[in-house]
């Protein structure tokens, strides 16, 4: 992991995404970029009134809103606590997925860290899906930390897996990762009513699985839930985990995991991190 | 426990039920019944036409109780049998029947016996005699086959359902539980028809522990299409040094259908002890 981008908005909870990356940052004695967009809102405003902002008005607003941010910018990047780390501070005004995806392929970014408040409601369509889309789009993890979220140490992470349709480069970055924090590994099989299994078959996909991937540090359970969200999130609630490792998989109705739907589920609904991975993952380097 | 009766036959399996009574009966002072039964149906084979038949299988009864006795005096001449009070009774009858016959008028709390195991046809016609007094016997029944000279035992997986009346089955349990300090494994096992979530799992055995004050236990879940396929893989898996579980009483036609749990893991588990308990 050589490089970390973390998008701000300056909210509580991105500042705490600033956080977890700094000490991950420290680890891997990576580079870390924090992001400012400025989303310059275009000519729909006060349609609805019928006054229009004039060019000129518009290039202003947002001019003020840049220097504004990149005063912040400023306070953070001297701020002490983020001492001891390449901390590179940017604004840039754009449209967020686009200028996010730029960033990721000319700065070969490794892991994208975000805030998140987690949602539901209407809310549940669109954030979870912001991850998901920053994950599809660019082949980057994504890593989304809740606002509350006390992130001291990253010793127990949860990988959440159906044993047989992982690919290499993922499982090889998420032991990559393992090995950095020095954490333990805790593969779960969700069991769940609609497909059940029983634990003799499931122990040799796992010890195949293992095997295959040259796991080590690891424990395994098959968990039993009512769904497979709700499986994950009460298995790392049991086991007081720091980290959820997920894997969006591709829709074709194949994998047990239908249309990464899970992934996103787990981001909207977990009080602890959750890294994302999407099958355009790189391997390592 | 003060009782313990132990069928004998002389077989490997019989003789390691009885170490294993020996060892039990140490520890609470107990005293252990022996008990070896001729059936009719061998006695019938030596009578003849002509002769006094019955006259004939009583004497040849006599003789072979004689030799029985004198067989079972010489192995409690063991090392491995002393300390205890044994009682040697040797009769003719069927054996389910006077088994259980003596458990009642003994006062029997414990019955350890020896299995062969079953498996093919006979399993669904005969059942092993094992299985019969498994099926009726109001008080526990402990099964054995192997028994490692250095046998303790140290985990108890005791398989149960949801239901309040396993408080019964886990009080049953702790009296062997206390005799060896052995830590005690909550095991339900998930299905398809009674699938629980693993949390909920966890709470309903905790409750169950606490209202039968169970303590040095701890709960688990295996995820299985039978109970026995479940049963057996976990105490496999977890090198049980016992397994117990609640046997519900059922006679003919329901029996011969629904089958049990309890005979099916007597019969097909390897080398580990079982204990079948009765829930009235």
């Avoid at chain 2, 294993?20 to 003849?48: C, D, F, M, W």
Wanted: proline share 2%.
């Amino acid at each position: 992991m050589k490089k970390l981008l973390v998008p701000i908005d300056f909210s509580d909870c991105s500042l705490n995404a600033l956080r977890v990356a700094y000490q991950l940052a420290q680890k891997a004695q990576a580079q870390l970029q924090a992001l400012h967009i400025v989303e310059p809102v275009y000519s729909y405003v006060g349609a609805a009134d019928g006054m229009y902002l004039s060019a000129e008005v518009e290039q202003k607003y947002l001019e003020s809103l840049v220097a504004a941010a990149e005063e912040k910018m400023k306070e953070i990047a001297q701020n002490p606590d983020f001492g001891g780390v390449e901390l590179d501070t940017q604004v840039k005004i754009g449209n967020m997925f686009n200028l996010i995806k730029k960033e990721i392929e000319t700065q070969s970014i490794d892991l994208i860290v975000m805030g998140t408040q987690g949602v539901s409601g209407i809310d549940e369509i669109l954030v979870g899906s912001n991850t998901e889309k920053i994950v599809r789009m660019s082949g980057c993890p994504v890593l989304t930390v809740r606002e509350n979220a006390q992130v001291q140490d990253f010793k127990k992470i949860v990988l959440a897996t159906d044993l047989y349709s992982e690919n290499r480069a993922i499982i090889e970055q998420i032991q990559a990762l393992q090995q950095l924090l020095e954490a333990h590994l805790y593969l779960v099989y969700v069991n769940e009513p609609g497909d059940f299994q029983a634990q003799r078959g499931i122990e040799e996909r796992k010890a195949e699985f293992v095997r295959f991937f040259g796991l080590q540090n690891y424990s395994f359970q098959l968990y039993c839930d009512k769904s497979i969200e709700a499986g994950i999130l009460h298995y790392a609630e049991d086991i007081e985990a720091d980290l959820i490792v997920m894997v969006t998989h591709q829709r074709n109705g194949i994998s047990h995991f239908v249309a990464g739907s899970i992934a996103e589920d787990i981001v909207n609904h977990s009080p602890r991190p959750v890294l994302t991975y999407g099958l355009k993952t790189k391997a390592l380097s | 426990m003060k009782t313990i009766l132990v069928p004998f036959d002389f077989s490997k399996c019989a003789q390691n039920a009885l170490r294993l009574a020996t060892q039990l009966a140490r520890k609470t002072e107990a005293q252990v019944y022996i008990s070896h039964i001729v059936e009719p149906a061998h006695l019938n084979l030596i009578s003849g036409k002509g002769e006094n038949s019955y006259g004939l299988v009583l004497k040849y009864f006599e003789h072979v109780k004689g030799i029985v006795l004198e067989n079972i005096e010489k192995i409690l001449q063991s090392p491995d049998y002393e300390g205890v009070k044994f009682q040697k009774f040797v009769e003719q009858g069927s054996i389910h029947k006077t088994l259980l016959h003596h458990i009642s008028t003994l006062e029997v709390d414990l019955v350890v016996m020896g299995t062969h195991g079953v498996g093919g046809l006979d399993e669904l016609w005969v059942g092993s005699r094992t299985e019969r007094i498994v099926r009726y016997s109001p008080v526990p029944v402990l099964t054995v086959r192997k028994l490692d000279n250095d046998f303790n035992i140290q985990k108890i997986v005791l398989a149960i359902n949801l239901e309040d009346k396993q408080i019964e089955t886990i009080k049953k349990v702790k009296r062997i539980q206390a005799l060896f300090a052995a830590h005690v494994q909550l095991l339900y096992v998930n299905k398809l028809t009674g699938f629980y979530g693993s949390q909920e799992i966890h709470q309903r055995l905790d409750v169950l522990a606490a209202n039968a004050q169970l303590d040095n236990y701890s709960t688990h879940y295996e995820s299985a299409y039978n109970e026995e396929q479940g049963i057996l893989n976990f105490a496999k898996r977890e090198n049980a040094d016992l397994i117990a579980l609640a046997t519900h009483q059922r006679n003919g036609l329901s029996h011969l259908l629904a089958g049990s749990i309890t005979e099916n893991i007597v019969n097909h588990t390897a080398d580990i002890p079982v204990l079948a308990c009765a829930i009235v």
